[in-house]
């Protein structure tokens, strides 16, 4: 197929070059053209609209809802092209409501629509081992499979558009939360001499040891060694994302007490210097200082 993808972080880069792999003919748009030309093998487009008007399917994952907006409806946005029968993924971690908002838009332009927001992190993606989550008609997804398949190692049809943006939520809502109780579980521990290795394996080991664990458990050792941490999410994206969540939660009239104080924890960690930082470190962050008052 003539696969397009419009953005390339951490995440989309991966993608293009498992896209690329599966033999599937690829062009790319960055919003800094550097990162598209760095994709050995992909047609450089100049633009979202470009882009669109080349490819068959369009895959899109960005930074926020507003950078979904402008790479779909922005002056050379995507449906700025030639978008008749194409088919538009959107993958980005976003508001239901944003996706639903867009898929009209879509439809209005004579196009298809998916969303299909992904869990796991860039490692499991670079192994095509991710989560798909998609909303749409099923035969939109039947449409796509044999693009997402390249990416994810499930694809899970969870209904109709904002579907599958919820479910993405939900799903890392858990995960969020667990972060602060692991932070909070270190401090209870702090100032035994404990080593860490053996420590974060332990956790593993226990009824309560998540899957996060197993694959992030080597980089939570490293900081709460006090070293240096790959990057992979960082504390910001995770905070950015856990607003999503309270946001949904609002809408729907729900509390989310829990959650809350986790966006507040992260907002701490951001003004203590950890904004960039993986969110491996984000346990050490606690259990040294966000446990304690100013």
């Known amino acids: 197929m003539r696969v397009g993808i419009a953005g390339l972080g951490k995440m989309g880069s991966v993608f293009a070059e498992r896209i690329k792999a599966a033999g599937h003919d690829l062009a790319v748009w960055n919003r800094t053209p550097e990162k598209a030309q760095a994709i050995a093998g992909a047609?450089?487009?100049a633009s979202p609209a470009e882009l669109a008007t080349r490819c068959e399917i369009v895959l899109t994952i960005v930074s926020d809802d507003d950078a979904v907006k402008e790479v779909y409806e922005g002056a050379e946005g995507l449906l700025s092209g030639d978008v008749?029968?194409?088919?538009?993924?959107?993958?980005?971690?976003?508001?239901?409501?944003?996706?639903?908002?867009?898929?009209?838009?879509?439809?209005?332009?004579?196009a298809r629509f998916l969303e299909c927001p992904v869990g796991g992190s860039v490692k499991v993606a670079s192994e095509g081992r991710l989560l798909g989550f998609a909303g749409g008609d099923a035969?939109?997804?039947a449409r796509a499979r044999p693009v997402l398949e390249a990416l994810c190692?499930?694809?899970?049809?969870?209904?109709?558009?904002?579907?599958?943006?919820a479910l993405k939520l939900a799903i890392n809502l858990p995960l969020m939360v667990y972060w602060q109780a692991l932070g909070e579980a270190v401090s209870l521990v702090e100032?035994?001499?404990?080593?860490?290795?053996w420590l974060i394996e332990l956790f593993a080991e226990s009824s309560g040891g998540p899957n996060v664990l197993k694959v992030r458990g080597p980089n939570i050792v490293k900081a709460l060694a006090g070293e240096d941490v790959p990057l992979s999410v960082d504390v910001s994206t995770m905070r950015k994302d856990v607003g999503l969540m309270l946001a949904e939660a609002k809408a729907k009239g729900h509390a989310?007490?829990?959650?809350?104080?986790?966006?507040?924890?992260?907002?701490?960690?951001?003004?203590?210097?950890?904004?960039?930082m993986d969110c491996s470190a984000f346990p050490a962050y606690w259990?040294?200082?966000?446990?304690?008052?100013?």
């Open 84 to 110: 008749t029968g194409k088919l538009l993924v959107e993958m980005s971690t976003v508001r239901p409501a944003t996706h639903v908002r867009i898929g009209e838009a879509v439809a209005a332009a004579d």
């Open 139 to 141: 035969s939109d997804v």
């Open 153 to 165: 190692r499930r694809i899970d049809h969870a209904g109709p558009v904002g579907a599958g943006a």
């Open 256 to 276: 989310s007490p829990l959650v809350e104080q986790v966006y507040a924890s992260f907002g701490r960690a951001e003004q203590a210097g950890f904004a960039g």
């Open 287 to 294: 259990a040294r200082r966000g446990n304690r008052p100013g």
């Open 191 to 197: 100032g035994y001499g404990f080593d860490p290795n």
């Open 43 to 45: 047609t450089v487009a």
